[in-house]
């Protein structure tokens, strides 16, 4: 059962003409295709960014943390299928974690991919600011009706053992160096591929025995994303 409607944020025309002021008319259309057409299609409340002014509550480590955008619907898709070509018939053994999560959008996306695709995963999403997580979880029942795999916690804490043997980590540069290092000094003993949406801080991930194994660039940044994995060597 939904805990309250969801409201879909007010974003219209005016920040659309400012996105095309500001970059052009390919920045406008790539939001409402990447981002803006997920909610219209699915009835959810993901893809309106949250400047951190307007932040309800001061989380611990808040200072570290980017403000929220939701990942391109492509972007995770075409690293799904990425990941699926790599590790194959393993892909059922890797549990999934978006850290950071937000409303939910990359880990409703991963999961309607898994059953397009016919896979099957344990899938679960994590962030730090709980108003965030009570959206992912309607976000949540408005697409499967059920609530989902999602947790209050500050990922320089996480025990990532308790997920799994073998992880697929997402990351769509929700912190900064400062957290991704204690997080990737955290992840180096367990198996695991990271996906870095927006990878601002890739080398941190590599000082830590990581590998790049695939990269995608783009015009824009949340049309790059880097694959690395502590495992895998060669795409």
Not at 4 to 31: T, V
Not at 82 to 97: A, Q, R, T
């Amino acid at each position: 059962m939904l805990k309250h409607n969801i409201k879909h944020p007010q974003f219209g025309i005016s920040d659309y003409w400012r996105m095309y002021q500001a970059r052009g008319i390919q920045l406008p259309f790539k939001y409402f295709v990447e981002t803006h057409l997920f909610d219209l299609l699915n009835n959810t409340d993901t893809h309106t960014w949250l400047p951190k002014n307007q932040h309800e509550t001061i989380p611990e480590n808040f200072e570290h943390g980017t403000f929220y955008m939701s990942s391109w619907t492509s972007e995770i898709q075409n690293s799904f299928h990425v990941i699926d070509k790599l590790i194959g018939n393993e892909f059922s053994e890797y549990s999934f974690i978006d850290i950071g999560c937000g409303k939910g959008k990359v880990v409703l996306t991963w999961r309607k991919t898994c059953a397009q695709a016919r896979k099957s995963q344990a899938i679960f999403g994590i962030d730090y600011y709980e108003p965030f997580l009570n959206i992912a979880r309607n976000n949540n029942q408005r697409v499967f009706h059920d609530d989902g795999n999602y947790s209050y916690e500050d990922a320089t804490k996480t025990r990532f053992q308790a997920y799994g043997d073998k992880l697929i980590i997402y990351l769509a540069n929700p912190f900064d160096e400062f957290i991704l290092e204690k997080v990737i000094a955290n992840l180096s003993s367990s198996k695991s591929i990271i996906i870095y949406n927006y990878p601002v801080h890739g080398e941190i991930i590599t000082k830590h025995g990581y590998k790049l194994i695939y990269e995608k660039m783009g015009s824009l940044p949340l049309a790059q994303t880097r694959i690395y994995s502590n495992q895998i060597t060669t795409t």
